[in-house]
């Protein structure tokens, strides 16, 4: 058979996709919508500071395979919720958060935004698949949005680049679903690139592409702790950020210099200094660790890794026992370039970059000795860097 995609694990969820599509509406969908979840190599909790963040695209997806409608209602699918998955539907004219259906207020949330900002939309029919774990901090959320705002641009003739694309996903986070993430997830899903990063300047919504270095690979690993706090804890922080930039006298933690920042530490009250600390240092291992792969220096890179996680350990206290436990682990193993956590934090996976020929005694080891410190079997993924959202007809 003629491969739909050029992969032959995409080609299965399309597969899959397009039966479910079958069983819940009958008839063939008309276009498939592929969006990838993300993972941050470095530039963590800066991105909603104006700063730097170094994300790529994941090969693990959603996939939402969809019919129009001429009417204004949209049914969707899920087949891989619950026992025998999981339907709900709404109407374009009557957007609210669906508490019985969770999973739908991210089609809802976009649908929403979209109108709010003047765009014709029509209904549709959708099922929602994939093979992106859901809630283990890869951004399957931002996915769903993107992926679903790429299918309405489809179905509905929208002008949206890239880049506004993220925005209004964004929007629709902050404001319909009511967490108040940064721009990373949305930016990411939407214009990653094969085998590269994106540098992303947080401030000005320009990148540049980092290639991932030859003879490296990105291994994920899922400690599995559900990342209970994160929301509340998420909200605190940006306070505290918002308070340190107040303190400082600049529009953001951006505009803060290592050395201005160890000038004028002393003025700030604990905590307060200890975030900024934070913030203020990952800027500049971001600058750092992109001009390290430049150099081909990717042992540097791996230090700068490192140096991220004991940051967000010490200074943001973002992290959690089990994802410094993976992180020991990941250290302690031949091959391992570095290693931090990575996404939000309080559990949630660490991302590692290691030399491609360890990497699967890096994913069988890492497994063992978090298991054995944990009593906890991880999700290990050797990833590679994958293409933003897109859809074939
Ligand atoms: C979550 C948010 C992002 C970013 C990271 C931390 O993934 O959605 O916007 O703030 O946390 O770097």
Known sequence: MRSRTGDARLDALCERAAGAFRSAFGGEPALWTIAPGRVNLIGEHTDYNDG????????????????PRSDRLVR??????????????????????????????YERGVAWVLQGEGYALSGMDAVLTGDLPIAAGLSSSAAVE??????FQMFCDLELDGVRRALLCQKAENEFVGMRC?????????????DHALLIDCRSLSYDLVPIPAGC?????????????????????????????????????????????????????????KRCRHVVTENQRVLDAVA???????????????????????????????LDA????????????????????????????????????FQQRVSEEYARATGVVPRVYVCAAADGVHSLA
Not at 182 to 194: N, P
Not at 339 to 358: I, P
């Open 52 to 67: 730097f963040v170094l994300p790529a695209a994941i090969d693990r997806h959603v996939v939402i395979a969809a019919g």
């Open 76 to 105: 969707l699918f899920a087949p891989d919720l619950g026992d025998r998955g999981d339907r709900a539907e709404f109407d374009l004219d009557g957007l609210e958060r669906d508490p019985v259906h969770p999973w739908t207020n």
């Open 146 to 151: 993107v992926a679903t705002a790429h299918t």
């Open 182 to 194: 940064g721009i990373m997830d949305q930016y990411i899903i939407s214009l990653g690139r094969r």
């Open 217 to 273: 690979s990105v291994v994920i690993c899922d400690t599995r702790k559900q990342r209970g706090l994160v929301d509340s804890e998420y909200n605190t922080r940006r306070q505290e950020c918002e308070t340190g930039a107040r303190l400082l006298g600049v529009p953001a933690l951006r505009d803060v210099s290592v050395a201005q920042f160890e000038a004028r530490e002393a003025e700030l009250p604990e905590v307060t200094r």
């Open 292 to 322: 390290a792969l430049r150099a081909g220096d990717t042992g540097r890179f791996g230090q700068l890794m490192d140096a991220s996680h004991v940051s967000l350990r010490d200074d943001y206290q973002v992290s959690c026992k089990e």
């Open 326 to 361: 993976m992180v020991e682990a990941a250290q302690a193993q031949e091959g391992v370039l570095g290693a931090r956590m990575t996404g939000a934090g309080f559990g949630g996976c660490t991302v590692n970059l290691v030399a491609t020929d360890a990497a699967s005694a």
